[in-house]
């Protein structure tokens, strides 16, 4: 089976999360993720409630699609774009 990752879209920063098991919230394996990257610093230094505010302003997608931070995420690869 083959996956097709999908299109970022512009003006966004892409996070890929690789979960060996899964999360129970996507806002606090997101929170994880973007604290141990560094390819965009103030991403790396957000705080919970500026992340919370990128998830009510819908700036969190998941293939192209409005992601809630209340969602649950499967083990695996996920995608998730961030607009700026």
Do not use: H, W
Not at 13 to 32: G, M, Q, S
Not at 39 to 67: D, H, M, P, Y
């Amino acid at each position: 089976m083959t996956y097709k990752i999908p299109v970022q879209p512009e003006n966004s920063f892409r996070i890929t999360l690789e979960l060996e098991t899964p999360a129970v919230r996507l806002d606090n394996a997101l929170f994880d993720a973007l604290k141990k990257q560094n390819e965009n610093e103030s991403l790396s230094r957000i705080s919970k409630g500026n992340l919370k505010k990128l998830f009510t302003e819908k700036k969190v997608l998941i293939k192209g699609q409005i992601a809630k931070a209340k969602s649950s995420i499967n083990s695996g690869i996920t995608y998730i774009d961030i607009l700026l």
